[in-house]
């Protein structure tokens, strides 16, 4: 898909109080619906970002009245499966909808016309396996896709509206969706907006968007290999780093401008689809290691727990309690048995607006319940014993090797002394 040519806000605007120069954008409808997607997919910092937002309402008005603002069904209006924020809590989208049923609809929201182009591109990038067809309010074949005001087309219904007040822009070919998502997703980061789930979204179609042939030379969906491949990354990382690769050192890199981060990528030594993801998430200024062990993981989720993340917005820490209560854990043959389980604590843990510790203590129990041979989990080692495990002793001159002896000796005994006690 072509992208469209970069049109400077700075130069667009300079005279924008200039009664000449706002006559001259009203005779510029269709440039100015190229440039609102321009527009929209620039700027990175808040500032830019909240700059950016002032300049869209601009041109909105500017649309408005040269095109004029329609009223559009809802039913008419397909929600964008790659926006980055996904989650709209029930309670925020009943509170919203107070908001519109008091003050009423102050701004129309910005609509995409369902051109072939357009259906074209989602359907390639369905088929990438970037998001999933089956959701809630997204349908290829309605004429008009959001752009900008999925919140009011959320809680729209549930105000009693039947329509909005809707600026159309007519999509010529020049709109790449995942441009725009990877543009507007760096400030909705910065400002703590993301899930971790939506984070792994994204991070997985951006990588398919920057890389689009890692698609055909995996084995298997980008979603399953990229976290393999940045987890494998890591721990190469780490070994190189504990023989004194201070190159390999990710700390340094985190704040490090792009083209140090870029260059650094290139010399790594990893695995191409390693160097991608890492890329991506560097690019964002994420941590790889946080990214690995917190976030991607999230994608293994079974749909009953992503569905509780999309309507309530479940926090991760609860998500990966509740996903304990798998077949295997619970010792039954059938995935679906546990699904039941699982979504009626899910359910009640909503409804009662339990706390971490209190889930924590009823899937402890419901575990022991049905698989009463499992053995009681083992409290974590301390970092201190899994380091010294990890330990490369090779590096070490013969006189630290003795002195690592002696210490290992003492505590030894005092290891000894304490299980004599325990018995």
Excluded at 283 to 303: E, G, H, W
Aim: proline content about 5%; some cysteine.
């Amino acid at each position: 898909m072509p992208k469209p040519q970069a049109i400077k806000p700075s130069a667009m605007f300079a005279d924008a109080n200039q009664s000449q120069q706002i006559s001259r954008l009203k005779g510029r409808v269709e440039e100015l619906e190229t440039e609102i997607a321009e527009l929209k997919s620039s700027g990175s910092s808040s500032q830019e970002k909240a700059e950016l937002e002032s300049k869209i309402q601009f041109l909105v008005q500017e649309l408005s009245e040269t095109q004029g603002v329609k009223q559009i069904d809802f039913k008419d209006i397909s929600r964008n499966p790659l926006q980055p924020r996904i989650i709209f809590t029930q309670a925020q989208q009943q509170a919203f909808a107070n908001v519109l049923r008091e003050e009423g609809q102050l701004a129309p929201v910005l609509l995409i016309e369902m051109t072939e182009e357009v259906r074209s591109q989602l359907e390639q990038y369905e088929e990438q396996g970037l998001f999933i067809a089956d959701q809630p309010l997204y349908d290829i074949n309605l004429p008009y896709l959001m752009f900008d005001g999925e919140r009011r087309l959320r809680s729209g219904p549930l105000s009693g509206l039947s329509s909005l007040k809707s600026v159309i822009m007519p999509a010529k070919g020049a709109i790449d969706l995942l441009e725009i998502q990877s543009k507007a997703v760096s400030t909705t980061i910065h400002q703590k907006k993301l899930h971790d789930l939506e984070m792994a979204q994204v991070l997985i179609c951006q990588c398919a968007h920057r890389y689009p042939y890692l698609k055909d030379v995996l084995d298997e969906s980008l979603d399953i290999e990229l976290p393999r491949a940045l987890n494998t990354a890591l721990t190469q990382l780490k070994r190189r780093l504990r023989r004194g690769d201070q190159s390999a050192d990710l700390a340094e890199i985190l704040t490090a401008d792009r083209s140090v981060q870029k260059e650094w990528i290139e010399n790594s030594g990893l695995e191409e689809e390693a160097r991608a993801i890492l890329d991506v998430i560097l690019s964002y200024q994420q941590n790889p290691a946080t990214i690995s062990r917190y976030v991607l993981p999230l994608l293994k989720l079974p749909d009953d727990l992503k569905q509780a993340v999309w309507d309530e917005g479940l926090e991760p820490a609860k998500l990966r309690l509740l996903n304990q209560l798998n077949a295997e854990a619970l010792n039954f043959e059938d995935e679906a048995e546990a699904k039941k389980i699982r979504m009626e604590v899910t359910q009640n843990a909503i409804a009662n607006n339990w706390s971490t510790q209190t889930i924590n203590e009823q899937v402890k129990i419901i575990l022991a319940q049905h698989n009463p041979s499992s053995k009681p989990e083992q409290p974590k080692l301390p970092k201190e014993i899994t380091a010294l495990e990890n330990t490369d002793f090779s590096e070490l001159s013969p006189a630290q090797l003795r002195e690592c002896q002696q210490i290992l000796n003492r505590r030894l005994k005092e290891i000894k002394q304490l299980i004599n006690q325990e018995s």
